[in-house]
């Protein structure tokens, strides 16, 4: 009897040796081989460029608006689903919108603002959206003081939705804040005309700006010098301040918060 589970118990000991082997083998194959890859997804029921897409709450993919290859703005919306990699049509925007942006609310609703309803600079928007996704639908809400095209849009850490530069038409060096309780908009100053630039949200809620266009110190097509400056925002006050300077001059670039606090600035333009 003895033997029999002398037996049993080497028996289990080796089995969960050789998983503890094999799981050992797969992982450092893992390490050493593995290589992270692409695979293709679902198609969008519409070719667009220039649209934005917004994570919604339901870990679908909110995308709108954009442009054709051609020269329409496109007023369609889809959602794309993860969990069986499809889009489906939802509801229409009210106004067909390029160069806009979207914004994920506290609330779980999106808030479309700006952008341009054609290829004119004439067409510059200053209406904005919320999208429901409960319903599907999108309904307007109050308009922003100044058109805005190409500005960037950051949800502050008490729910309200800073809006920077952009406004080609008036260069005018504003921002404006979205309160999503009251649905209106107030202007603040920062330094300078921007667009194409770019904000992040640092985690102690301060908004860095970097770079892009000063459209008050630009003239198309002989002057399109990029910026190297940085300004910050402080929701507490309402008050802009200047920063270090980027090393680099850079318009269309990224801005990325890394774990550790500092924003990551990447490639770009230099005019």
């Known amino acids: ?8 118990r080497h028996s289990f000991g080796l089995s969960l040796a050789l998983i503890a082997l094999i799981c050992g083998f797969t992982l450092s194959a893992y390490a050493q081989g593995a290589k992270p890859s692409w695979t293709f997804t679902g198609s969008l029921n519409i070719p667009r460029h220039h649209h934005t897409a917004t994570l919604l709450k339901t870990g679908k993919v909110l995308v709108a608006g954009g442009g054709t290859n051609g020269s329409d703005v496109l007023n369609s919306a889809e959602l794309y689903d993860p969990a069986i990699g499809v889009w489906s049509v939802t509801g229409h925007l009210i106004t067909a919108r390029t160069g806009h942006t979207a914004t994920l609310l506290q609330n779980g609703k999106v808030l479309v603002a700006g952008g341009r309803s054609s290829a004119s600079v004439a067409d510059d928007l200053t209406g ?10 999108w309904s307007i809400t109050g308009n922003l003081n100044l058109r805005r095209f190409n500005h960037t849009a950051t949800r502050l850490q008490d729910g309200k939705v800073l809006v920077v530069g952009g406004g080609v038409n008036e260069h005018s060096p504003t921002a404006e804040l979205y309160d999503p ?3 209106t908009w ?19 809620g301060v908004v860095l700006v970097t770079g892009g266009w000063d459209e008050n110190d630009r003239n198309w097509p002989t002057d399109n010098s990029p910026l190297n ?6 929701p507490r006050t309402g008050l802009w301040s200047n920063t270090g300077e ?19 600035v990447a490639a770009g333009d230099d005019g």
């Open 181 to 183: 309780e009251t649905g």
């Open 186 to 204: 107030s202007v603040t100053v920062l330094n300078l005309a921007l667009d194409n630039h770019r904000a992040t949200l640092l985690p102690d």
């Open 1 to 8: 009897m003895k033997t029999v589970r002398t037996i049993a």
């Open 246 to 264: 980027l090393l680099t001059a850079r318009v269309n670039h990224t801005a990325t918060l890394l774990a550790n606090g500092r924003v990551l």
């Open 229 to 234: 400056s940085a300004e910050r925002y402080e």
């Open 128 to 137: 904005a959206e919320l999208y429901d996704p409960d319903t599907g639908t």
